[in-house]
């Protein structure tokens, strides 16, 4: 069911049905709009969307922790399938730590098709090591070597989206990229991510974020305890 879009959203999504070609077949394609993150009316909006089309896409940012709403609403519904892994046969495919039965689900996919799984937890080890208000600095034990970074990006949550972003630069320098340990160390000082904890202003400090759910919210809450001292704060949303 069509959702209600900001004027912006709006101007991005395409007027009505339209026809999607391939060489081989076409598709009639239909935009189904944003579905607000609410489990009864995302369960009725895929609900009714598999009612009256073959496949139904969704996008989302699921993070290790979260409610996984979309997930939730297809076993209920029952009638869908639910695909959310892309492996390419027999190529390296990294992963942030995740819990057990989500490993599961990755290491099934990766041997049906000869793919090599890469933990980050496991094969891939990390830890903060200092931080300012500006950046922190973390110690990554890779496959190939360790590695003393400092990142300009605030939050526990980026000390592990580092680690995997090293499994994947050491995976493409495996494969012949030329990519050195100070190509790594260089990248990740010179990193810019507008929106993330990022300091705007210290006197007085002003903090932007982009939390969205309440997962994320909540990080966002530890990450303000932990990296910053104040004794009262005004939040704007």
Do not use: C
Not at 1 to 19: D, Q, V
Not at 122 to 149: A, H, M, N, P
Not at 226 to 234: G, I, L, M
């Amino acid at each position: 069911a069509p959702a209600t879009l900001h004027p912006w959203l709006r101007s991005l999504a395409p007027p009505g049905p339209a026809l999607l070609r391939r060489p081989d077949r076409q598709f009639l394609t239909e935009y189904l709009g944003i579905v607000p993150d609410d489990p009864d009316k995302l369960m009725r909006a895929i609900g009714d969307a598999g009612a009256r089309h073959d496949l139904v896409l969704t996008s989302g940012g699921v993070s290790t922790g979260e409610a996984d709403y979309v997930r939730d609403a297809v076993e209920k519904i029952g009638k869908l399938v639910f695909w959310r892994i892309g492996i390419k046969p027999g190529r390296p495919v990294v992963t942030s730590p995740q819990t057990a039965e989500v490993y599961h689900v990755f290491e099934q996919a990766a041997l049906k098709i000869q793919a090599w799984l890469i933990k980050v937890g496991e094969d891939i080890t990390f830890r903060g090591t200092g931080f300012t208000t500006d950046q922190q600095s973390l110690w990554v034990k890779g496959l190939r070597r360790d590695y003393d970074l400092t990142i300009p990006l605030l939050g526990d949550y980026q000390l592990e989206n580092a680690a995997v972003a090293v499994g994947v630069l050491e995976t493409l320098a495996e494969q012949g990229n030329k990519i050195s340990p100070d190509n790594i160390r260089d990248g990740f000082a010179r990193v810019n991510w507008p929106g993330r904890l990022q300091v705007l202003r210290k006197h007085p400090l002003v903090i932007a974020d982009g939390a969205h759910n309440p997962y994320s919210a909540s990080r966002l809450r530890a990450a303000l305890q932990k990296y910053f001292h104040f004794e009262k704060a005004t939040l704007i949303i």
